[in-house]
């Protein structure tokens, strides 16, 4: 304590007032270590830009390692844009926000860095390309308002088994963002809200990032809560829904439970093959998804996928010196599950749910050695005004159906089921997509596929009828040319 008391000296000597220095009294060792304070620091961030402009970058660009001698492709996004601003009830710019950040280490050794006291942020992305052709004119993460004590965090836990990164998101009701994107002088926009679990007062959701000498691992923790896809239309150069005041509806899902859920990202194995490769394992359950067009809504409830351990995948950027894209597989699905626990109709809001209309089952989903390829790529000339998707299953796959139908006249009695095995042979789908002044447009190029339904079964889920026949249909196809167009009703 001898440079404490110096220190002292120093403040007396130098002409402290008197009416200050009568009431100090030097602090010796046993009496500084009963002195405690609050652990962690504070940081105050803002800006000075006009706009609330706080981070501003040139292109962004991920290049991937020339592994093939195809030459390096690359990822590449013109510029990002963070603001943070405040807002008026409209949305409107009011001024520039002052975001507080608190960094604090709890008794189990966790840090915590912790982001509130926002107002608004804004988030824009400029146009996407891929090895020079361009996907999207624009990303943008509009308005992103925080309520109340809503807040986002990251932490660093003290694991056994190594480092580990937490990022969670906590958003009170009333929290949310505009999304859009540009394409072809035609912007694609949706609302986003956060809305907290029955009894709970925010929205949450975390996953977790960790690694090794060899991937990364990306796992989802808590969602507690609804996540909602609102107001989803199609505007003008001017901002403008095309439709008038008809929009495609909205989407939104609820509470997840997961059992496991996580994919990993390396490198490719493969030391003459460009990209990437990992894992996918998931065990989770969603409690609704929903399908919402006015104020009536369409449920899906208790919705359950299971790989039944991992399955692999690569992803790869292609460039062909014509068009450039994402080549993608996935492989080893032996096993994969997707239940649908009871189809329901209901208000807007959920409410007045009627009766379960059955439900649905693809069981023992499994790809017969074979893989699942898809390629998502521009076209020459198209640029951001459309994009090609490629798909093909190799080899045999087969799944087993079920519809189990909902007792509701009599619970006591099994309920009906229908069943199945269906094979699929030589699936192959080419199409485009755009979105255009009509709608979303999706042309047929090639779709074919051979149907086995094999086992048709029914009974009341006790006693089952023998096979009661069986369904083959080659050359299952679409002409192309031909077209999808999806529009709001007008």
């Keep these: 304590m001898k440079n404490l008391h110096a220190a002292v000296f120093v403040m007396v000597t130098t002409g402290w007032p008197a009416s200050l220095l009568a009431g100090m009294q030097l602090l010796d060792d046993a009496a500084m270590s009963g002195v405690a304070g609050q652990s962690g620091i504070s940081i105050e961030i803002t800006t000075d830009d006009a706009n609330g402009n706080f981070l501003t970058t040139g292109e962004i660009r991920y290049t991937e390692t020339d592994k093939d001698g195809q030459g390096k492709d690359y990822l590449a996004i013109d510029?990002?844009?963070?603001?943070?601003?405040?807002?008026?009830?409209?949305?409107?710019?009011?001024?520039?926000?002052?975001?507080?950040?608190?960094?604090?280490?709890?008794?189990?050794?966790n840090v915590s860095i912790r982001s509130s006291d926002i107002d608004t942020l804004d988030l824009e992305l400029g146009a996407l390309s891929l090895?020079?052709?361009?996907?999207?004119?624009?990303?943008?993460?509009?308005?992103?308002?925080?309520?109340?004590?809503?807040?986002?965090e990251t932490l660093l836990l003290n694991d056994q088994a190594g480092a580990k990164l937490a990022f969670r998101t906590v958003m009170e009701e009333g929290s949310g963002l505009t999304y859009q994107f540009d394409e072809d002088g035609l912007t694609f926009s949706t609302d986003i809200v956060f809305l907290p679990a029955s009894g709970e007062n925010a929205f949450r959701s975390e996953v977790f990032l960790s690694g090794n000498t060899d991937e990364l691992k990306l796992e989802l923790g808590e969602t507690s809560g609804s996540f909602e896809i609102r107001n989803i239309s199609l505007l003008d150069d001017s901002g403008n829904n095309i439709f008038a005041g008809n929009n495609f509806g909205d989407l939104g899902y609820a509470d997840i439970s997961v059992n496991t859920g996580y994919v990993t990202v390396s490198a490719n194995p493969?030391?003459?093959?460009?990209?990437?490769?990992?894992?996918?394992?998931?065990?989770?359950?969603?409690?609704?998804?929903?399908?919402?067009?006015?104020?009536?809504?369409?449920?899906?409830?208790?919705?359950?996928?299971?790989?039944?351990?991992?399955?692999?995948?690569?992803?790869?950027?292609?460039?062909?010196g014509f068009t450039?894209?994402?080549?993608?597989?996935?492989?080893?699905?032996?096993?994969?599950?997707?239940?649908?626990?009871?189809?329901t109709f209901s208000a807007g809001d959920g409410s007045a749910e009627t009766l379960s209309m059955g439900s649905f089952a693809i069981e023992n989903l499994n790809l017969g050695g074979g893989s699942i390829d898809l390629q998502l790529y521009t076209l020459p000339g198209a640029g951001a005004q459309g994009m090609q998707l490629d798909l093909t299953m190799a080899g045999t796959t087969s799944f087993d159906l079920t519809i189990t139908d909902d007792p509701a006249e009599?619970?006591?009695?099994?309920?009906?089921?229908?069943?199945?095995?269906?094979?699929?042979?030589?699936?192959?789908?080419?199409?485009?997509?755009?979105?255009?002044?009509?709608?979303?447009?999706?042309?047929?190029l090639e779709q074919s596929m051979d149907v086995n339904i094999n086992q048709i079964r029914m009974g009341d889920g006790v006693l089952q009828q023998g096979q009661t026949g069986r369904l083959v249909m080659n050359?299952?196809?679409?002409?192309?040319?031909?077209?999808?167009?999806?529009?709001?009703?007008?």
Excluded: C
Aim: hydrophobic share 35%.
């Design 79 to 109: 510029g990002l844009t963070l603001r943070t601003i405040t807002t008026d009830s409209s949305g409107n710019m009011t001024g520039v926000d002052t975001i507080r950040t608190d960094i604090d280490v709890d008794s189990a050794g």
């Design 131 to 152: 090895s020079g052709r361009t996907l999207f004119g624009g990303v943008r993460f509009s308005v992103w308002e925080f309520v109340g004590d809503s807040y986002l």
């Design 270 to 320: 493969d030391p003459l093959v460009d990209g990437i490769a990992g894992r996918i394992n998931t065990d989770l359950t969603v409690g609704n998804v929903f399908y919402r067009t006015g104020d009536q809504r369409l449920n899906l409830n208790n919705v359950h996928l299971n790989t039944n351990g991992d399955i692999d995948y690569t992803l790869d950027f292609i460039d062909t």
């Design 324 to 343: 450039t894209g994402i080549d993608s597989r996935i492989s080893a699905i032996s096993d994969l599950d997707l239940t649908i626990g009871a189809l």
């Design 410 to 444: 009599n619970a006591a009695h099994p309920a009906p089921v229908l069943s199945a095995s269906v094979v699929l042979n030589n699936v192959s789908v080419s199409q485009s997509i755009d979105q255009t002044g009509k709608g979303l447009h999706i042309g047929v």
């Design 475 to 490: 050359n299952v196809s679409l002409q192309p040319g031909s077209y999808f167009r999806v529009e709001p009703l007008q």
